[in-house]
Nanobody, 124 residues
Framework: QVQLVESGGGLVQAGGALRLSCAASGRAASDYAMGWFRQAPGKDRDFVARINRSGRTYYADSVQGRFTISRDNAKNTVYLQMNSLKPEDTAVYYC??????????????????WGQGTQVTVST
């Protein structure tokens, strides 16, 4: 099993940027497809981005063109570069690992392992 720890969250002004990191331990992150989700207060946990073992990426429409997911297998780390941040991006961001092929990659329930989350707050 893999353990996931997110970092890099914080407070940023609208239009700014942050890079989130998800460090894996216990097993190689390259053994999994990795995803990022976010959850705002009182809302569901929503899909943000995914990167497959092959490197293929998927994005939610709301972040397409602004966010980039990547992985560094040598560092056992997955990243989420977030640019042009908006107040509506405010949420707790979670990293997740999927040991399957994940045809329904946007559904939180298919992911097997989760980190504890990191808060991202975008001010106006």
């Amino acid at each position: 099993q893999v353990q996931l720890v997110e970092s890099g969250g914080g407070l940023v002004q609208a239009g700014g940027a942050l890079r989130l990191s998800c460090a894996a331990s216990g097993r190689a992150a390259s053994d999994y497809a990795m995803g990022w989700f976010r959850q705002a207060p009182g809302k569901d946990r929503d899909f943000v981005a995914r990167i497959n073992r092959s490197g293929r990426t998927y994005y939610a429409d709301s972040v397409q063109g602004r966010f980039t997911i990547s992985r560094d297998n040598a560092k056992n780390t997955v990243y989420l570069q977030m640019n042009s941040l908006k107040p509506e991006d405010t949420a707790v961001y979670y990293c997740a690992a999927d040991s399957g092929t994940g045809p329904s990659y946007y559904r939180a329930r298919i992911y097997d392992y989760w980190g504890q989350g990191t808060q991202v707050t975008v001010s106006t």
